[in-house]
Structure formats: structure tokens, C-alpha cells
């Protein structure tokens, strides 16, 4: 278990700013606009190249940070056919692999030592050898007044920058009409299953990167900039940590992944996809429980329309802006990937029965949640011609963020227009605000050094 803080203070860390966007430095309404630069790893020096010069249709591809390889790799991360080749390296059969991958994925052991279907003297070999377990810890907990919780958690290295996951019991209301079952079936939430549990069903936030490159103006993680990419494992292991706190029956609790935690997960395609067919096959999750959104990286939407349905979550994107003008100064990602481009992309996709795209819209005060851009915002989802919805997300407010949250009546005024305009919408519930923990908080916001 971690440690319970109530009330997270202001942000930690370096706030270096990793963004992608225009060669040079320019004021926007009294906000810097920084420099749009994709972080390119080489090693362990960081270099950066700009976006622009980059081949019209090219993926940014930023490398994981590389362990070395032999007995100290983790085997937290790796698929049944991996570890069957590391048993066979270690001279034992094929399926000590099987072996493996369900004691690490399915039946949660955190450690060589504890995989009880390993002879003894197996295991003692292999922990004298230095093989790990690897998994990602959940180190400090902050805990909201509405039951939320957000996760500090660290990789398999120990290492200092940690990453975000969140907690959100009963949900947020985000997965309403995409396509899941219960949601698509309209069925009223279940009772609280197993012993002990206070939840019916939950949704989890995960985060793809330390830190993220695309600098959407609205939001705290961009104070960060990008630090790295995470492996699959890293990406996965916050999901099967989060399980393991709570307790969660996989096949038997209603989950809901959502990849929207720090990071933008198609600038870091690989091992994003790496770890959903890990969650897939190696955790037994469904695809159709996992949203992924994205800025509108048109590459790697290219890319997601090519993955096979049993291996593609669902997909959202974040719109946020009634048109390119006012996308481009609060997205300046807009600028490389016009909504049109995306939207073209997206087109791409062949979807399941009852599927439909989100398109996520935060709510600005006073710069995109009036009525007339409600209008906007239907005109763009009908010329879509798409099965779609529209999710909106009253701004969640942040140190350093020159936003203001809408006033509610300006949020019912909004959603009224869009579904008087015949559009699917659902208001997102606001979670863990109190705790920097709702949806473009997550800055690693500490309160005390305290470590579990």
C-alpha cells in the first residue's frame, strides 16, 4: 500500500519545455508560445530536431531509453513468447515460459522467488542469477475526497522520474456511448462484486510518457516537457499495479483503461501498442474496455487504422477548439496536423458495431465554450461523417495555467446546443480535482517527500 496524502501542493521537478510547434519564440494573448521541438533520445544525450523539417507523413519516433540486456532485464514486460525464450536460454523447457507469464500477468506475483509453480530450487537459481521481477511500484498515493486517487509510480530501474496513473472508482462518465456494451446497452451500474470492494465498476488514467512534447497550452503536464518515453512494460505495469491495489478481478470487475494520462501515446507508438497486446493477451483485457486519445498525430493515426481490431482500443481525440484558428493557439500542434488532416486520417479507421469516435472538448471560459462554438463543433462532427460523440470537459484549473474554468451554465448552455444540433454528448465528471489527479493535471504534484 502507499501512503495516503489528502490535498497535493504545488508542483516539483524541472519544468523544462520539450514542445512540438514554430522555429522561434512568440507571444499569444500574454502566453509564450515555445519553440515546437520533438525530443529525439540518442543515448543519453538529448537531442532535439524540429518537427517541420521532419518528411511530410513521417512518425516522430522517440526511443526508449535501452536496458542492457542478460539475467538483470525484467521480466515484467516481456510476452509468454519472450520469457519461453529466456527459460530455454537457462536450459529449461518451452513451457516454463507459460509458467511465467501467468504468475507475472495473471496471477500478479510480484517477485521470482514467490512463483510457487517454479520447483524450488528453480527459483533459488534463477533469484541468484539476478533474474527480477520488474515491475512498476506505486510509491506515494494521494487520495481525493471523492474517492479518487493518483499514483506516483516508479519503473523497473528505480528511477527518479516517476510517472502518473489515476484511480477513478465508478468512473468518469467518459466511456458513455463509445461503443462498450453496458454503456451501448444503457444498463444501470452493477453492485459493488468481490469482498471488501466499495466500487461497481472503475476507470484507470494511464499515462505513455514522462512528461509530454506537445505543449497544449491548458495543461499542466506540459510544464514538464518530455523526460522519456516508457517502455511497454512501464505502460502495463501501471494497470497491473493499479489491479493489484484494488484487488480486480480480470474477467469479472468492470475496468476501463483510458491511455490519457501524461504523454501523448502516439509519440511513443511502439511501445504504446507494445503494451495493449500485453494487456490483451498476457492480462486477458479486451481492447474494447481501452480508449487511447491522441492531439492528432496523423502518422500514428495512419497507423492505428492498420492494427487488427482484437488488438485496437478504442479512439478519441482531443478536439478541444471549434476551428483551426483557435486550435492552432491552444493546440499548437494544429499547426502541423490541421483538423481536417486529422479527421481525414481518422476516416481511415474501420470500426466495430455500435463503435464510435470521441472527440474530447475542454471547455475554456471565455475562449471556447460559447454557444456559437457549439454550433461550430456540430457542423465539424457532421462533415466528419463519422459515427461520433463529443465528450466535454470543463477545464480543470492549474498553477501557471492563464485559463479559467467556465461557469456551469455556460457548460449546460454548450452541451444543450451541441444536442439540439443532433449530437451525441456527455459531460465528463470532473475527479479528484482537489488532488491534481483531473484530466490535464497530472504534473507530478507533490506534497512532502514521503515514500512507500
Known amino acids: ?80 513468447a519472450a520469457l519461453a525464450a529466456r527459460m530455454i536460454e537457462a536450459g529449461e ?31 533459488e537459481r534463477l533469484a541468484a542469477e539476478g533474474w527480477q521481477m520488474g515491475r512498476p511500484r506505486i510509491i506515494q498515493v494521494f487520495q481525493s475526497v471523492d474517492g479518487t486517487e493518483r499514483y506516483l509510480v516508479q519503473g523497473h530501474d528505480g528511477a527518479a522520474q516517476t510517472v502518473e496513473t489515476v484511480w477513478m472508482p465508478e468512473g468518469d462518465e467518459g466511456e458513455s456511448g463509445d461503443g462498450s456494451e453496458e454503456a451501448a446497452e444503457g444498463r444501470e451500474p452493477e453492485a459493488a462484486t468481490g469482498a471488501g470492494k466499495s466500487w461497481s465498476r472503475a476507470t484507470i488514467c494511464v499515462s505513455s510518457q514522462v512528461g509530454c512534447a506537445v505543449n497544449c497550452q491548458f495543461c499542466l503536464t506540459a510544464k514538464l516537457g518530455l523526460q522519456r518515453n516508457l517502455s511497454a512494460g512501464e505502460i502495463a505495469g501501471q494497470v497491473v499495479a493499479v489491479f493489484d491495489r484494488h484487488s480486480v478481478e480480470v474477467g469479472r470487475d468492470r475496468v476501463n483503461l483510458v491511455f490519457m494520462g501524461m504523454g501523448e501515446p502516439f509519440l511513443n507508438y511502439d511501445n504504446f501498442m507494445a503494451s495493449v497486446r500485453l494487456l490483451v493477451q ?30 485496437r482500443p478504442k ?29 481525414e486520417a481518422v476516416r481511415g479507421i474501420r470500426l466495430r458495431p455500435r463503435e464510435r469516435i470521441t472527440f474530447e472538448y475542454v471547455l475554456l471560459g471565455g475562449v471556447t465554450d460559447r ?23 470543463a ?33 465528463r465528471r470532473p475527479r479528484g480535482r482537489d488532488i491534481y489527479a483531473a484530466c490535464g493535471q497530472l504534473k507530478r504534484t507533490v506534497e512532502g517527500d514521503s515514500r512507500v
Open 93 to 123: 523447457p518451452t513451457w516454463r515460459g507459460r509458467q511465467l507469464a501467468e504468475a507475472i500477468y495473471r496471477q500478479r506475483v510480484a517477485d521470482v522467488g514467490s512463483i510457487t509453480t517454479l520447483p524450488k530450487a528453480l527459483r
Open 315 to 343: 479512439l478519441a481525440i482531443s478536439l478541444n477548439a471549434p476551428n483551426d484558428e483557435v486550435r492552432a493557439e491552444i493546440m499548437p500542434i494544429n499547426r502541423k496536423w490541421p483538423i481536417e488532416a486529422v479527421v
Open 395 to 427: 477545464w480543470n484549473p492549474g498553477p501557471g495555467i492563464p485559463y479559467a474554468m467556465p461557469q456551469p451554465d455556460a457548460v449546460e448552455r454548450f452541451r444543450r446546443t451541441l444536442a439540439g444540433e443532433g449530437v451525441p454528448t456527455y459531460l
Open 371 to 393: 454557444p456559437e462554438h457549439a454550433k461550430e463543433v456540430a457542423r465539424l462532427v457532421r462533415r466528419t461523417g463519422l459515427p461520433a460523440k463529443v465528450n466535454l470537459i
Open 1 to 80: 500500500m502507499g501512503l495516503v496524502q489528502r490535498g497535493a501542493g504545488r508542483g516539483e521537478g524541472a519544468e523544462t519545455d520539450a514542445v512540438l510547434g514554430e522555429a522561434a519564440p512568440e507571444r499569444l494573448h500574454g502566453k509564450t508560445k515555445c519553440s515546437m521541438l520533438a525530443q529525439a533520445m540518442n543515448g543519453k544525450n538529448a537531442q532535439f530536431a524540429p518537427l517541420e523539417a521532419l518528411p511530410p507523413g513521417a512518425l516522430v519516433h522517440l526511443d526508449v531509453v535501452q536496458v542492457s540486456e542478460g539475467s538483470s532485464t525484467p521480466l515484467f514486460g516481456l510476452d509468454t
Open 282 to 311: 498476457e492480462v486477458g483485457l479486451s481492447p474494447q474496455r481501452m480508449t487511447v486519445s491522441t492531439s492528432g498525430i496523423v502518422p500514428g493515426i495512419e497507423r492505428f487504422a492498420q492494427e487488427p481490431p482484437e488488438f
